[in-house]
Structures are given as structure tokens and as C-alpha cells.
């Protein structure tokens, strides 16, 4: 049985020559095509977030990520306060608009 081991051993020592450049070749290749499929859509939507959020104005009509509509009545650096129904206000993070609506959007829905 020993020399079965033994054998096997030896078998497994032998690398087909360039096996360690392919090794090398796919990961590039493999993080690649995780590179376009995943990082970079990702840094495009985070930009286009920042450019959103930066773009902000009082008055302007926005919709939260928790689905709240409102219209924007005070900013600052980090916070908004949306005023979301007759003498209703709520304060948020900037970070958490999800879009900003046309005007005129929230008399069209019924506000």
C-alpha cells in the first residue's frame, strides 16, 4: 500500500509547463470581468447619488428611500427638512433622497 502513496505523490509533482501563467492569466481575467460587472456600475451609481444630493434646492420635490414624498423647506450640509403634508414636517440625512420628482408631482398624486 505504501508504494501506492508514494506513487501518487510523485504523479502530482509534475506541473504541465506554463500551468502557472494560466493560473495567473485567469485571475486577471477573472477579476476583470468582476471589475465591469460589479465595481465599476457601482462607483457610477454612487456618483450619480453624490451629483443628486449635492444638486438639492429648497422647494424642490423628492422622494426618500423609505417612499416618503415631500417638498424641501430648509437645508443643510447634512440634513433636509421636507414638509409632507398641511403644517407636517419631517427632517432627514440628505444621503437617504432617492430621486427628485417634477414639480408639480405631489398636487398631481393628491397633496
Do not use: C, W
Request: glycine fraction near 10%; avoid cysteine; proline fraction near 5%.
Amino acid at each position: 500500500m505504501i508504494p501506492f502513496i508514494a506513487a501518487a505523490h510523485a504523479q502530482g509533482a509534475e506541473q504541465p509547463p506554463g500551468g502557472g501563467l494560466f493560473q495567473i492569466v485567469f485571475l486577471v481575467g477573472l477579476f476583470a470581468i468582476f471589475y465591469f460587472i460589479a465595481i465599476r456600475p457601482q462607483r457610477k451609481r454612487q456618483k450619480e447619488h453624490q451629483e443628486l444630493v449635492g444638486s438639492l434646492t429648497k422647494g424642490d420635490e423628492v422622494v426618500t428611500s423609505a417612499g416618503i414624498l415631500g417638498r424641501i423647506t430648509a437645508l443643510d450640509d447634512n440634513y433636509m427638512v421636507l414638509n409632507v403634508g398641511e403644517n407636517t414636517t419631517l427632517k432627514f440625512q440628505r444621503l437617504h433622497v432617492h430621486a427628485k420628482l417634477p414639480k408639480g408631482t405631489l398636487k398631481a398624486i393628491g397633496d
